[in-house]
């Protein structure tokens, strides 16, 4: 409370069956999300108050949201503000649950008779449903949503946002998907949803993501699960049986916050023939450090003193450090070459070419004596995604900012076309 008070909370802007919305009077266009103790199934239909639930759901949800806005997802969440709160930008919520499977389980097999528990969904199945507590969240077709024209702090959803929703849903499971295979847990499906913020009029994720808005079976075993079926699932609610849906409920918590810190660790080692390459150098630099991975800069030349090129190359093969060289020499590209033969880490070519005499020089880059595999890449900010990709493979949070990098260039794009449009109507 003493952290409540802190903030001028204002009125109560809504309260759903586990959270409550409170306005923030000192600081407009942002609201305190306030978790509540209450767990409920079926609409409700089943209720009860676990203690020290709104702790857990709070903590899951902050781990969630910055796992994703560290990747780069735009979200509405702002920060964890207590135990039981987070701060986050206000919206308005688009009245739908975006439902994204990978495998078959729960309502899909009673809607769809005749396919087996266990069948995996590639690519990933995506259902909608209609929040509507009266009608037990009716299934919704696109066209339903198109033909509502829900229209949402001055933004009327129509193709461009249902589109955008659809992509960003895919994203954020395969995004939480790939962060939950680091500790050998099977993301089965999970729910989200969107809302408008009411500042920027854009289409973000709000709401919360918790134990309540998905399935996770430990090493992909349903009778291992860990998340609000147990609770579904329960004959009767005992002390004794809560107290093992919370026992659950404290092993995702735990579990999400591991979710942040790397495993893996790589590095971008750039040789470059000489200083004057460093503008071209320092792109890359700047890039690699866009995805998170340290990037250290070294100036040798394999031509003038090919002993120090490899005396520099077995420093960093030495230490058990996952590597990637990216070699940066004009005119006559002997560096990558040397390195390629002399290496069994990745090597990239990224030579800094000239109008003059690049069109002659990158063939040094591309035609190689046979025995050797490194790649040229000319853009600099395209060798340090190709070495990110590298990483990606190990590296989970590596992977998620590709991810959600792949999923905001789709997304500009789709904005701008919606935007030309505009204009030429």
């Known amino acids: 409370t003493a952290a409540l008070q802190s903030l001028k909370i204002g009125k109560k802007l809504n309260e759903g069956k586990t959270k409550q919305i409170f306005e923030l009077l000192d600081q407009p266009g942002l609201v305190l999300v306030q978790s509540k103790d209450q767990i409920t199934a079926g609409n409700a239909a089943r209720k009860d108050q676990m203690e020290g639930k709104a702790a857990i759901a709070n903590k899951t949800t902050s781990c969630v949201f910055k796992l994703l806005q560290e990747s780069g997802i735009k979200t509405a969440f702002v920060k964890q503000h207590s135990d039981t709160a987070f701060i986050a930008a206000q919206c308005e919520m688009i009245p739908i649950e975006w439902v994204c499977r990978r495998v078959a389980t729960g309502s899909f097999l009673k809607r769809n008779p005749g396919v087996k528990e266990g069948y995996r969904f590639t690519p990933l199945k995506m259902e909608m449903f209609f929040k509507d507590d009266a009608n037990n969240d ?13 229209s949402l702090a001055g933004l009327t959803i129509g193709q461009c946002e249902v589109d955008i929703m659809n992509r960003s849903t ?29 500042k920027t009029q854009e289409v973000v994720l709000a709401d919360v993501i918790d134990n309540d808005s998905w399935r996770l079976w430990p090493s992909g075993d349903r009778s291992q699960q860990k998340d609000k079926q147990v609770y579904r699932d329960l004959k009767e609610v005992t002390p004794e049986a809560m107290q093992m849906v919370k026992r659950n409920f404290e092993w995702v918590s735990e579990r999400v916050e591991l979710l942040l810190h790397s495993r893996a660790s790589g590095r971008v080692v750039v040789l470059m023939g000489s200083t004057s390459d460093m503008a071209h150098c320092e792109k890359i630099r700047k890039a690699c450090s866009s ?35 990216v070699a940066v020499a004009g005119r006559s590209n002997g560096l990558g070459p040397v390195m390629s033969g002399n290496t069994a880490y ?21 035609r190689m004596p046979s025995g ?27 992977w998620c900012k590709l991810r959600a990098s792949m999923l905001n260039t789709w997304v500009s794009l789709k904005l701008a076309d919606k935007k030309l449009q505009a204009c030429s109507l």
Not at 138 to 150: A, D, G
Not at 346 to 366: E, F, K, R
Not at 383 to 397: E, R
Request: with cysteine; net charge negative.
């Open 138 to 150: 009716p299934q919704w077709s696109e066209e339903q949503v198109l033909e509502t024209k829900f």
């Open 170 to 198: 895919v994203a954020i499971f395969e995004i939480l998907e790939k962060a939950w295979a680091t500790q050998n847990c099977t993301l089965v499906d999970m729910k989200i949803e969107f809302g408008v913020n009411v």
């Open 291 to 325: 995805f998170g991975i340290p990037c250290v800069l070294r100036v040798t030349s394999a031509h003038k003193g090919p002993d120090e090129t490899l005396r520099i190359k077995a420093e960093y093969e030495g230490d058990g450090i996952p590597t990637v060289f």
């Open 346 to 366: 990745p090597v990239i070519n990224c030579p800094p070419l000239t109008p003059d005499w690049g069109a002659q020089d990158v063939w040094s880059s591309l």
């Open 372 to 398: 050797l595999g490194c790649s040229t890449i000319l853009s600099p900010e395209a060798a340090a995604q190709f070495a990110a990709q590298v990483f990606g493979l190990t590296d989970h949070q590596v």
